[in-house]
Structures are given as structure tokens and as C-alpha cells.
Nanobody
């Protein structure tokens, strides 16, 4: 089973930037569409950005123009560049296939606060 490990989260002030990374144990980024998801306590996990096998991207309206998803198939890596961060972006961020597998990694915490 492919394992996914997210990293790059942290505490950042409003308006700041972070770059999240996702590494997969197998070569899946050129086989499946992938996505970045986030979850806050008491809410359902939501898809914020997705990238197709072709590289085409889509974004939730809440992050459009601020977040950029990308991938490096050769390195089995996927990224989420997050700019102009807002307190409402605070969440645990996960990478997964789109639609997602049952298996989820541990995620990486992003906290946007002054």
C-alpha cells in the first residue's frame, strides 16, 4: 500500500506563506489525480486543490489565487504553495488521491495566527 507523508506546516502570521510537501512511497503522481485536503475540528475534510495526471489544476474558491498545487513525478513529490494566508486557512492538511483512498497520512498542521 502506498504511504503518503506530509510536511512543511507550521505557525505563520496572516499574510504569510508556507510550502507543503507530500512524498509518496510509490510512483502514483503520474498514475492518479491527486489533491490537497484540509480538516478543522468538527468539520468534514475538504478538497482545496487538485492536480490531474496531465497537470491541470483546480482550486476551491476559498483558496483560488492564493494557493498553487504542483508535482514532480520523478521525485514522487507533490507541493502546495500557500500565499496570503488567512486565519481561516488554519487546519491539518493532507495529500491523497482524488478521489481519495481510504488510507490517510498523518497530515501537517498549519496555523495562521498573529
Amino acid at each position: 500500500q502506498v504511504q503518503l507523508v506530509e510536511s512543511g506546516g507550521g505557525l505563520v502570521q496572516p499574510g504569510g506563506s508556507l510550502r507543503l510537501s507530500c512524498v509518496a512511497s510509490g510512483n502514483i503522481f503520474n498514475i492518479y489525480a491527486m489533491g490537497w485536503y484540509r480538516q478543522t475540528p468538527g468539520k468534514q475534510r475538504e478538497l482545496v486543490a487538485s492536480i490531474a495526471r496531465s497537470g491541470n489544476t483546480n482550486y476551491a474558491n476559498s483558496v483560488k489565487g492564493r494557493f498553487t498545487i504542483s508535482k514532480d513525478n520523478a521525485k514522487n513529490m507533490m507541493y502546495l504553495q500557500m500565499n496570503s494566508l488567512r486565519p481561516e486557512d488554519t487546519a491539518v492538511y493532507y495529500c491523497n488521491r482524488n478521489p481519495p483512498m481510504v488510507y490517510w497520512g498523518q497530515g501537517t498542521q498549519v496555523t495562521v495566527s498573529s
